[in-house]
């Protein structure tokens, strides 16, 4: 029987990173896989091939819609959608084949098939293929499972006209109409990508606000941009069904005022969050505790109720984001090496990948009134930025918010061109419990989209910013 320090179940971001550190710090590491290709969801059917798209239907809509200004003449441009997908299914093959390096690299032996507990230092290995299982022993174990779209019980999803984000990441055709059940982050950006190619898009939200857990300006402000493109919204709606009827889908919802509506599409996306997958763990042949919503129970140091065995990423508490599941694999690899790691989980920021980009960390204007912390906030537009009127990205803006006394860096919230990047200056200043003046007073390259970042620091000492 093979025997390791460390067993990780999964390989997501989470769950490879934490492999990749664990051999680091030369603990014998293996890494169990139930799929054909290393990754997870991220690598293969979330974040990098949604990426991937977001910028070929960029390059699209901006060739349609903003090159004549440019003084850039095209004619028949039209959309190859097979193309499309081939260059997506492309790039996720390189960042896959890059998984598979680095496991050979680090030596830590993949093991494909199913993983499940016998107890809690034994797990069974199921072959995916079909075969006999195997058996393996461990002193730890960490839990690197994921998640999988949530599925909405009164909607059957068929995987072709009614999809979820996995199915929709794959049509190779421009619909006409779709309808988005849902106005959150996968929501957002796959309606984004289908917008810019032409398609008629719907967003039915339940709440009256999209992406309601950021900052509340971020969302009101997307809501307008998105809208120029012809996405069209329609908020405190709670769908109540849809039914396929051959290519056509109908959406049933009630409305405000407590009025049946319906909207048609030629596709139905449901994106309504995401939920823990922990199916065929045989988590209670180990004894681990589970809590509300499927996830399962961690301490402050992400270890079960049973000494040894950890879990990270989506199967636990928190944002349902990468880089936070990549820092737990980092945090409990070290732990596990008698190490004092730390993870400071009010700094992780969101990100939504819609043109304008669109990122927060820290506190939301919201939360601190909640709370009744006296704060200042400063706020800079793109529209008076030089960078951005170069670029023709002028939609959104950069707010600060500090605290009313001591003028430390609470929360900053971003809309706008290069946010995605441009949020990591914030992570880096809060993570050093830096002041606005702090920021307002490092020199800033001109002319960057960063420059807004300083501006918005200035304006939230004392209005004193420059440019507008």
């Not at 999988?148 to 995987?159: G, M, N, R």
């Not at 763990?281 to 129970?297: C, D, F, H, P, V």
């Not at 951005?388 to 950069?398: L, N, Q, Y």
Request: glycine share 10%.
């Amino acid at each position: 029987m093979n025997q390791y320090d460390v067993t990780v179940i999964g390989s997501g971001p989470g769950g490879y990173v934490a492999a990749i550190r664990c051999a680091q710090l030369g603990l014998k590491t293996a890494l169990i896989e139930k799929y054909p290709t290393l990754g997870g969801t991220c690598l293969n059917v979330g974040c990098i091939p949604s990426k991937a798209l977001l910028d070929s239907s960029e390059h699209y809509h901006n060739a349609h819609s903003t090159f004549a200004e440019h003084g850039i003449d095209l004619e028949n441009l039209r959309v190859n959608m097979p193309q499309m997908m081939d260059r997506k299914a492309g790039v996720v093959k390189a960042n896959v084949d890059g998984i598979g390096y680095l496991m050979k690299k680090n030596k830590i032996e993949v093991l494909a098939g199913v993983g499940s507990f016998v107890d809690a230092t034994h797990l069974s290995i199921a072959p995916t293929g079909g075969g006999e299982a195997h058996t393996i022993e461990t002193k730890n174990v960490i839990i690197a499972t994921g998640s999988k779209p949530t599925v909405l019980p009164f909607i059957q999803h068929d995987k072709e006209r009614i999809i979820t984000s996995t199915e929709a990441l794959n049509i190779r055709e421009v619909p006409g109409r779709m309808v988005v059940v849902g106005g959150g982050v996968i929501g957002l950006e796959l309606a984004s990508v289908y917008a810019r190619l032409g398609t008629k898009v719907s967003i039915v939200e339940y709440t009256d606000s999209i992406i309601p857990t950021m900052d509340l300006s971020l969302g009101k402000e997307l809501k307008r941009v998105l809208g120029k493109i012809g996405i069209q919204f329609f908020m405190s709606h709670k769908v109540t069904g849809a039914v396929r009827a051959g290519d056509v889908v109908t959406v049933s919802a009630t409305n405000p005022k407590g009025e049946e509506v319906q909207f048609e599409g030629d596709y139905c996306l449901v994106a309504v969050g995401r939920s823990p997958y922990t199916a065929g763990l045989n988590l209670e042949a180990a004894g681990i505790e589970m809590e509300e919503r499927g996830r399962i129970k961690v301490d402050a140091h992400l270890q079960t109720n049973v000494p040894g065995i950890y879990a990270i990423g989506d199967v636990v508490r928190g944002a349902m984001l990468a880089h936070k599941a990549e820092e737990e694999g980092v945090f409990v690899a070290e732990t596990i090496a008698g190490q004092k790691p730390h993870i400071n989980y009010l700094l992780i920021p969101g990100v939504v990948y819609t043109w304008p980009e669109v990122a927060g960390v820290g506190f939301t204007e919201e939360q601190l009134k909640h709370d009744g912390r006296a704060y200042k906030v400063g706020s800079f537009p793109f529209k008076a930025s030089g960078r951005a009127r170069a670029s023709g990205d002028t939609d959104g803006f950069v707010k600060v918010l500090a605290d009313h006394t001591t003028d430390e860096i609470l929360g900053v919230h971003m809309i706008g061109p290069r946010i995605a990047d441009l949020i990591a200056e914030a992570v880096t200043a809060m993570e050093f419990r830096a002041s606005a003046e702090d920021v307002a007073r490092m020199s800033h390259s001109h002319p960057t989209y960063a420059e807004a970042m300083k501006e918005a620091c200035l304006a939230a000492t004392g209005n004193r910013a420059i440019h507008m």
